[in-house]
């Protein structure tokens, strides 16, 4: 497979970070030889898009916080992600600040109550508008894959949305799964 691609497993994404890493991102591409980071682009609260209002099962117009990045590798950008919490769950917390959360957000969302215990994903292919192309740096053909997570705790309550935008050429997206 050629440098240019990235296989992507969202697994070491959902989990509290046991080594206390503060970018997992960053360690994953370090110990694939690559170099990770990213942008924090804005944070803070929004309207929830109608897509995300829907996955948190809550009416238009409600309110959200929203962290919004720019992931790179090796210096190139590679992901939109978009990440959303209940405003009641992260109004007023580092989520809705631009720094980075020592420990990262799921460590955070664990601290604040709300342990995700169930995960799903839908991937879709489409093209990009020319809000995603530009920062992509991703030409008017090229498509790209739309992941959109929902986690959510215990209580089967929606605590994030992660809605995340990858040039579908640069992106490999795996999935391993235990049966049984």
């Known amino acids: 497979m050629s440098d240019s691609v990235w296989v992507s497993a969202s697994a070491s ?6 080594e206390g890493a503060r970018d997992v991102w960053a360690t994953e591409t370090a110990a694939q030889g690559r170099r990770g980071s990213q942008r924090i682009v804005h944070a803070g609260v929004v ?22 990045r720019i992931m790179y590798l090796d210096d190139e950008p590679c992901e939109l992600t978009d990440t959303y919490y209940p405003a009641d769950i992260a109004r007023g917390t580092r989520l809705a600040e631009t720094a980075k959360i020592p420990g990262g957000a799921v460590a955070l969302l664990a601290d604040l109550g709300h342990q995700g215990v169930r995960v799903r994903e839908d991937v879709v292919a489409r093209m ?5 192309r530009e920062p992509l740096q991703i030409g008017t053909g090229e498509p790209i894959l739309q992941l959109t997570r929902l986690t959510l705790d215990e209580e089967d309550r929606p605590i994030q949305v992660d809605v995340m935008a990858m040039p579908s050429q640069r992106q490999r997206l795996r999935y391993e799964l235990r049966i049984g």
């Not at 994404?13 to 046991?18: I, V």
């Not at 990009?128 to 995603?132: G, R, V």
Request: aromatic share 6%; proline share 12%.
């Open 13 to 18: 994404y959902l989990a509290r970070d046991k």
């Open 47 to 68: 309207v929830a898009p109608a897509d995300v209002a829907e996955l948190f099962g809550t009416p238009e117009g409600q309110e959200v916080v929203v962290r919004r």
């Open 128 to 132: 990009p508008s020319p809000e995603e």
